[in-house]
């Protein structure tokens, strides 16, 4: 296998350079050459019979002491760093790497497991089933990498998966004289170079991105005179030396799915605070023309794509209204930019669902996993538009530094690769943007994970009464169940349900980020009644007790369909898992935020109106059919959104390029 990866006179900070972006006709050929190329290795690692070739080498090694395991590393290391990565060196590697995990962690790679590996050296995606055992199955790649000298970074969605995973798996990298560094965001910059500089490195997404961001400021060299200075002082290579990553190698990303695609609509900014003192008084003047323009005559709201038109008679209002304000209200464009945030902080931005309120800051609710994100802020004037919408103290916007998205971002690595339970809705997508071909893994043993028929009631008050019912009568029967919502005011919602019928319940938050492990843990006991917002669908193990197993397993209720059919798929992969029992529902209702996405006047928005007046609680087979398709127009839009945005991205590396700015 020829590799770019092992050069011996590779850079000190290793990175694929961006590709010019190819003509119109160039793009199509290449779209088509690489789907087959992809195709065709897909083919390949599944034709490989690796796990044979891995298999063969287990009796030897597993007759060797704990040194002589070591020392059969350190050969191998020797090897693989003369030879580059052969694949029978790297079925060695994987080997030794599973031998390590039998004698450390008690569990030996399966079968699959191999594959999954293999499939991720390789540089592609591995789909594999929830539960099936992904943070075991990406130590093998990552210590064939690490074995070879290439520095591994194996990225996870947040702080707590990196130190759980690292923590879980630190055992099997020291068996073979592996360090591991965790970067956290709590590490300070000499801890965090220390960390990036041992072999295999794991680290949340966003940690990653704003550490090679910073390393981008510092090989751009700013124009900060006091630096400047220091590096004179300091001679050659002092630049070098305040780096904090080496390069981008190498990276196996976990929930690749979420981080390579849904996150990829985040512009990840490194900003300083850049007020004039004049924001607060231009939010409030937003907030009082927001509350002045009608909906339909003045603005159209595009709520599928979160997007806000302004009519020509709302033009002409914005003028009217903010005449008397001056200032940046004067210009036409500027002007219609800040209506149109107001809108949107008005209409469609709210609380407790895209964000919380918490001691006078207003603070980001990442959609797809429910969690807080404290740091970060919208832009152009969007977030204090929201702070003064709430009554809190409006902030100062901030300019920014450098910036990148993650679809640039993860396109820089020599060899990326990633694992998911759910990557074949976004196969074409993986491969068109980061050229990344998805194979899937079978599951070690067969899913007896059973799908009850789904249920659609007539309003939101009808599926919380069958919900709770529902609920109740698993309780009487021991079962634990795990009652999934798309926000924090679902979560209430449904605990508010539950508690007037007397069920005890936990409930999981974004609110409650500390406690989460423990909950989480308790979950899989009989009895349990547990609700979550859908961050429990990834990355959660929940472990369930031998009596919970007699019960029938882990009872999963969904009550409202995710905007993402995968998230939906996340959440059902909670129970069920490596061949234990489970059951996963879904009870919905017409109410539902994604069926107010269809639009008011279209056909199928007067169809649930209509279902939503007949008879009974229960909407039937066509309210089923219209919550699936209205879910699947929205993944759709958000696709075009994700296109566009890559587009954009482009062109603002291109400006930025040209003022002299990194990123
Ligand atoms: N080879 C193995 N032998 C025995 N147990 C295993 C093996 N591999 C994984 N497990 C166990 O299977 C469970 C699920 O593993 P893990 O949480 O890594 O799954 P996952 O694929 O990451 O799931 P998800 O997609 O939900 O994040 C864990 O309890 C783990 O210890």
Redesign the pocket.
Known sequence: MATPLLQLDAPPYPEREEAPEPGWLQARADALGGALQRRWRAWGVRRGAVVARIRQHEAELDALDDAGLAEAARELGRALRRDGLQPALCARAFALAGCA?HRRLG????DV?MLGGWIMLQGMVAE??????????ATLPACAMALAGVPVHVITVNDYLVARDAELMRPVYEALGLRVGVVTEDLQPPERQAAYACPVVYASNKTVVFDYLRDRLVLAGQTDALRLRVDQLAGEGARTRRLLLRGLSYAIV??ADSVLVDEARTPLIISAPAGDGGEAELARQGMVLAAALVQDEDFRLALDTRIVHLTEAGRRSVARISAPWGGPWAGKLRREELAVQALTAQHLFHRDQHYLVRDDQVQIVDEYTGRVMADRSWERGLHQMIEAKEGCTVTAPKAPLARISYQRFFRRYLRLSG???TAEEVRGELGAVYGLPVVRVPTHRPSRRQIRPERVLRSADAKWQAIAQRVAELHARGAPVLLGTPSVAASERAAAALAARGLPYQLLSAKQDADEAAVVAAAGQPGRITIATNMAG????I?LAPEALALGGLHVILSERHDSGRIDR?LA??CA??GDPGVFEAVLSLDDELLHQLGQRTPLARLATHLRRAAGDDAGPLAVWLIRLAQHRVEQAHSRVRQALLKSDRQVSRLLAFSGRPE
Not at 128 to 137: A, I, R
């Open positions: 995990a569990k030996r790679p399966y497991q594999m089933n929830t539960g099936e055992g992904k943070t075991l199955t976990d929930e694992m998911t339970g990834r990355g959660t193990d472990a996340q992969g909670r898992r490596q």
